[in-house]
Structures are given as C-alpha cells and as structure tokens.
C-alpha cells in the first residue's frame, strides 16, 4: 500500500501586497510634501496643523490620479489606501510626541544620585543635581510585589477554573473578570480607602491591595488565554496515566504553560505600574526612603511626578518630568520581558 | 429466540428468556472524585469567585459608606449640580453630581468620536494593508502605547497638548461659533472639555482598536476572495465584507474605550477645569468628571463630603459597569457568530 500524500493548498489571502515597490511608496509622499509646502507658505493654511491639512489633501489627491490613470475603481481603491494609511500614521504622531518629550524633559533629571537619594531635604524647587526619587521606586516596587503575590495566584486559579474545572459557573466567572477589568482606577482606591484605609491610616499595604485588584483581571484573561493553548492530547495523557485532577493542573498544565503565565503576571504589572488615581487614597506619598508598608504613607513613582507637577515651578516640573522617564522605562522593561518570553509559539 | 405475535391489533415482540451465557461479573463504574481532588475543586472555584466577592463587596460597601447622602437627597444628587459642604453637617449641606455626571459623558463622547475615524482606518491598516512582517512590531508598539500611565498622559496633555489645542479650539470657536456647542462665555480655551477629549481619545484608542482589529481579522476569507474574483479592489472587498462583517465589533470595541474613557481620573484631572454647572460649550474651559472630582476633593473632605464622594464613586462604579457590559456583550456576540 502506498502512502497518498494530500497537500492541501494554503489558503491565500488575496489583500496581500507583494512586491510593492519603493518608488510607488515615496514619490506620492514627496510629491504631497512638495505640494503642502507650497500651499503651506502661500495660503492661509499656515503652520503645523496647516501643513498637516495641505499634505492630507494634496496626498489624497496624489493618489487619487495614480489610481484614476487606470480606472475608478482602482481610483477609489487608492484614495481609501491613502485615508487608511494616513489615519494610522496620524495615531502614531501624538505619541511619538510622548515619547520624545519624556525623554528630552526627563533627561535633565537623570544623574549618580537620582537613584541612590530622596526628597526629605530636597524641596521641590531646589537644583536638579540634590534629591533623587529612591523612595518612588523602592516604594513603587514594594507595592507591585505584595500587589503580585495577591493577584497572580488569585489571577491563575480563575483562569484554571475556566480552563481545567470547567463549571457551570465558566461564564460566570468570565463576565464577573470582564466587569472587573472595567472598574475605575478610582473606585477601585475609594473602596480600599473606605475598608483599609480609614482604619489603618495610609500605608503601602492599601496601595498594594488597590494595585491587585486592578491587575487581577489582567492576569485572569491572559492565563486564560494561555491556559486554552495547551492541548488537550496532555490533559487526556495524564488522566489516562491516573493522575488525578489536582496533580494534572499543578504539575503538567500550569508548568506546561509557565512561560505564558509568567507573561500574564508581568503584562498585569506594567498595567499598574503607572495608576496613580488609587494611590492618591491609598498609599499617599511619602519624600523619605521607607521600606515600612504598614502605617505610614510610601513614595511612588507615578505620585512622585503628579506630586512635583502640583509644585509646578520649573524645577519641579522637570523632576515630574524625571519621574515619568523612570516610570517609562520600568513599565517598558516589564513589557519587553514579557514579549520576549512570550515570543515563542505565539502570533 | 424472539418470537412476533398480533396482540389487538398492535405489533407485540416479546423476548423469551434464554439459558444465561457467562457472563463477566459487571465492573462497577465509580464515576465520584478523589478526596483531593473534590477539595481541589472546591478551592480553585473559590479562588474564581474573587471577582465577584471584590466586585459585590465595592458595591455594597460605597452603597452602604454613601447611604446617609442617597436617603438626605434622594435623586436630587442625581439631577441637581450644587456641591456645597458648609459645616459638615447634612442639614446646610447641597451635593449633587448632575453637572460631573454631565460632564463625563461629554468628555468620554468627544473622546471617542475624535478617536473613532483612528480606531476604524488603524485596524485596517493593521489588519489588511501593512505588510506582514512590520505588523507584529506594530501591534507590539500598541500594546505598549496601552500600558503608559495615564499620568503621563496628563502630563503631556496639559504642558504639550494644552498650548497647542487650545489654539485649534479657539479657531474652531472663530468660525464655528454659531453652532451652540462651540460657543464660549469668555476667550478662555485652556483646560476645556475638547483638550481632556482629545487626550482620552489618544488613551482609549489602543483598547478600542485592538477589539476591532481581532473581529477584522475573523471576517470570513471566503468572502474576501469572492470579492476579489468579481473583479473588486482590496477597498471593495473591504467595504463589502469586512466593515459589515465588523460592525458590531465596533460597536463593542468604541463602548469599551467608553468605559475607560469614563472612569480616567488623572488625566482629565490635569487637562480640565472642574465646573459645578452642566454645560454644553465643549471648548469652554468648564467641564465635569466624576472620577476627578473624587480625586481633587478627597485632599480636604470633612466626613460629610466623605461620604457624598463614596456616593459619587458608587454612581460611577454603577455607569462604567452598565457601559462594559454592554460592550462586553456585543464583542461576545460578535465573537461568537464566528465559531
């Protein structure tokens, strides 16, 4: 008997753009360019959001000719490509914008000290060479950590239900997750405030409980996520072997699915690395260097800056500007280690 | 042996008994769990159930801290947009969120109506025109757009953004004037609902956009290539298929973005001007926000206006909630009429 091979064809997808070339890309923009330059200079479409407007319109109508040469549907085709195009590129600007002015601002902050200092003598207006915000981090860190180790067990064992217990209450949980992903940065503070915190005064501990209670639901839909991708062949295996459910989830699901859930924890960090709403009733802000998260206010990076943009002088402004620069890079560092974990195997 | 009779009229088969062939003994079938694992069961479910213990004890909670405040004023702390705190007693006392309530959801309109032409050509872009290997680098760059802070965004829209928007506002107001809601009382564009609108429109557009990205990309092929054998451009193909295909998607994905637009604190509270009066004039430097009214009064609140601001939190608690579930129900429903 012969082995038949059946090679199914994959499927293609027609959208796919093969081989455009570089020139059909840069003359339309160059010749626009030219254009919005001119209209730019000699009309009443001045300045930045002028430009802008000149450049959308001559682009568009740049494209509109390329495609008409041949015919209107292909015309018509050209001019959404141009809209669609420029719509994204448009998103990009703002926050290109972002990135660049923390940078450029916060940069002037950034010396020996910065990290190794706190504020308890600093003011907020003195020079940017005394001072530091080792207080924001230690305490921004702090925070995060008993905020993970509340939230990443609490996060996984819901996935886990959804994934390997399979009740009845599956949709339950999932739309009670959904719900609580939606819940304000804000409310999520007001009700730590009101439990935790007119009882026990500010403390770090607060802050970390309104933290995982906002990471919680990021966890949850990412372990989910990742949890569904483990085949089902493993699970079968392993209960044919005899192992009973616990023994099946906690040693051959969960490690299978280590890297993903390490990614799930880590995207739900950076996701709150930054919230500053619930800190303002909850961990308050502290310029001394603690590690004490009981009973006292903590620093913060994110009430670091919003505490110096309220000062507001230059100075002050600046060393805001310092605070969100390290934040920045913290969250971009959690986030990048969780791509790169999560690199394999995925899309 | 089975032997077929009539029997009045009916068909009847009866089966005669047989010499009992040997048989093994049947095995019986335990079908209950281990100890382990029912415990096991037990305590993953509990664990599950977090979500919805936090979720009912925040709202019974801010429920019960804002109770003295509902009973006193009743639905006027819906309708009315006084907030008063004399003495700290309820009696001299007027609180109302009419005009904060007002305010959030013209903040969080302008929001996504700003983002929605963004949110519609990003997704297609990404989805059908950029090429495939610029795509992943693309959508990692998004992701992470998703996670900067909402302080930062503050920041760069009160000390970047404001100087510059309101100079827009202010030529928008020159020819636009006429029309009600771009009408001002007085030249003062900074710190209006349109600035803080458009820097939530910036922080919501990742979110909405990636949920319209995941239903674009789940139109169906077949259709696509149908499209295309007609002799249609990728935009035809597009239009016919795709964008009727992810309509509610859309739907779904904007609401989304609603719901965080609504429930941003900090950012709106450096970007805008809080204004106890309900007003319509978006380039106005006069606007509302529950979420920043909690933030900005919480600093010197007696124990009264405590408790009026728990009352506020949980009027906000309860509209973000209506709005994601809304959202989440159509994204679902949309998600699901693809499997």
């Known amino acids: ?49 002028g430009f802008y407007f000149a450049f959308v319109l001559s682009y568009a109508v740049v494209a509109w000719f390329t495609g008409r040469r041949h015919d209107k549907v292909k015309g018509i ?41 706190d504020m308890r003598v600093t003011a907020a207006d003195d020079d940017l060479a005394m001072g530091g915000l080792s207080h924001a981090l230690v305490g921004t860190v702090l925070m995060l950590l008993v905020a993970s180790v509340i939230s990443i067990p609490l996060g996984i064992l819901t996935a886990a239900y959804i994934t390997e217990i399979r009740g009845k209450l599956s949709g339950f949980v999932r739309i009670m997750v959904q719900s609580m992903s939606g819940v304000p940065s804000i409310v999520a503070g007001l009700f730590i405030y009101a439990t935790v915190v007119s009882r026990f005064k500010f403390s770090g501990l607060a802050g970390a ?55 799930a924890s880590m ?81 | 042996m089975v032997r077929t009779v009539w029997h009045g009229g009916t068909l009847m088969t009866s089966v005669l008994s047989e010499p009992a062939l040997a048989s093994p003994p049947r095995r019986e079938i335990v079908d209950r769990r281990s100890l382990g694992d029912r415990i096991f069961r037990k305590g993953v479910t509990l664990g599950a159930l977090t979500a919805f213990i936090v979720l009912s004890l ?46 959030s959801i013209v903040v969080a309109t ?37 996670a900067i802070p909402s302080i930062i965004y503050g920041l760069w829209g009160y000390l970047v953004l404001m100087p510059l928007a309101s100079g827009w506002a202010a030529s928008i107001n020159n020819y636009l004037g006429w029309f009600p809601i771009f009408g001002v009382d007085f030249d003062n564009f900074e710190a209006s609902p349109f600035v803080s609108g458009l820097v939530l429109a910036l922080m919501v557009l990742p979110i909405a956009m990636s949920v319209t990205r995941e239903v674009y990309s789940r139109a169906p092929l077949d259709q696509i290539q149908a499209a295309y054998a007609l002799g249609g451009s990728r ?57 920043s009214l909690i933030a900005s009064r919480f600093g010197e609140a ?12 949980l009027v906000l608690f309860l509209l973000t909630l209506i709005v994601n579930f809304g959202a989440s129900t159509i994204v679902a429903r949309a998600e699901r009429r693809v499997k």
Do not use: C
């Open chain 2, 235 to 291: 935009w035809g193909a597009i239009r016919t298929v795709v964008i009727p295909f992810g309509r509610s998607g859309l739907v779904g994905g904007m609401l989304l973005g609603m719901g965080r637009a609504l429930g941003e604190t900090v950012a709106v509270l450096l970007t805008l001007n809080l204004v106890f009066e309900v007003k319509f004039q978006i380039l106005a430097s006069a606007g509302g926000s529950v979420a």
């Open chain 1, 1 to 49: 008997m012969t082995n038949i091979e059946v090679k199914i064809p994959e499927r293609q997808r027609p959208w796919i753009n093969r081989g455009a070339s570089v020139r059909e890309l840069v003359v339309p923009v160059a010749i626009a360019a030219v254009v919005a330059a001119a209209i730019n200079l000699l009309t009443g479409l001045a300045g930045a959001l």
């Open chain 1, 267 to 347: 995207l739900g960090v950076a996701r709150v690395a930054g919230e500053t709403a619930p800190l303002i009733l909850t961990s308050f802000y502290s310029a001394v260097f603690s590690l004490k998260m009981i009973g006292e206010p903590i620093g913060s990076l994110p009430m670091y800056t919003y505490q110096n943009f309220g000062v507001g002088t230059e100075t002050a402004l600046t060393r805001a500007w310092g605070g969100a620069l390290v934040l920045m890079v913290l969250i971009l560092i959690l986030f990048s280690t969780a791509r790169l974990l999560s690199g394999r195997g995925q899309k």
């Open chain 1, 77 to 117: 085709d050209k001019l959404a490509t141009a809209f669609i195009t420029l719509g994204f590129a448009t998103a990009f600007i703002p926050w290109a914008s972002i990135l660049f002015t923390v940078v450029r601002r916060g940069w002037p902050t950034i010396y020996g000290g910065y990290f190794t200092t």
């Open chain 2, 302 to 313: 007696s124990p009264l206006e405590l408790k009026a601001l728990m009352a506020a939190g």
């Open chain 2, 58 to 103: 925040i709202a019974s909670l801010l429920f019960f801290r804002g109770f003295q405040i509902f009973s006193a004023f009743g639905l006027d702390f819906i309708t009315t947009s006084t907030w008063e705190d004399v003495d700290g007693t309820v009696e001299n006392a007027k609180f109302g969120v009419a005009a904060m309530l007002v305010g």
């Open chain 1, 209 to 263: 409980l309104a933290l995982s209670i906002l990471m919680l639901p990021t966890i949850a839909r990412t372990a989910e996520e990742v949890l569904k991708l483990v085949p089902e062949e493993i699970r079968s295996a392993s209960y044919a072997l005899g192992a009973s459910q616990m023994a099946t989830t906690f040693r051959i699901i969960l490690p299978a699915a280590r890297s993903g859930l390490v990614t």
């Open chain 2, 110 to 146: 302008i929001a996504m109506a700003v983002a929605f032409p963004f949110v519609v050509s990003s997704a297609l872009f990404l989805e059908f025109y950029v090429p495939h290997k610029l795509k992943a680098v693309l959508v990692a760059i998004l992701d992470l757009m998703a």
